[in-house]
């Protein structure tokens, strides 16, 4: 089992920034592919963000150039940085671990963008 915990969410004006930070604990893998996902009221819940083991990065097309993210396996975590933020930004942001057929979540971070 590996244990997925957020923080870093908030309100924020648009235009604004912020960063989200995800403690993985636990059975955690070098190998695991990390990420962050996000649901919209009335949405279905969507990838923002992967990065593969190997270090390499997917964006959704709405948030690139935009978000960022970063992994660092020495302190387990993974990081959101998002920019330029937009009201449609706002969601419940989840940490994701993907392990062969298996899937972790953490309990979400709500982030707000609004003026």
């Known amino acids: 089992q590996v244990q997925l915990v957020e923080s870093g969410g908030g309100w924020v004006q648009p235009g604004g920034s912020l960063r989200l930070s995800c403690a993985r604990s636990g059975n955690v893998w070098p190998y695991d592919i990390v990420g962050w996902y996000r649901q919209a009221p009335g949405k279905q819940r969507e990838p923002v963000a992967t990065?593969?083991?190997?270090?390499?990065?997917r964006y959704a097309d709405s948030v690139k150039g935009r978000f960022t993210i970063s992994s660092d396996n020495a302190k387990n975590t993974v990081t959101l940085e998002m920019n330029s933020l937009k009201p449609e930004d706002t969601a419940v942001y989840y940490c994701h671990t993907l392990r062969f057929d298996d899937q972790f979540w953490g309990q979400g971070t709500q982030v707000t963008v609004s003026s």
């Open positions: 990065m593969s083991s190997g270090g390499v990065p």
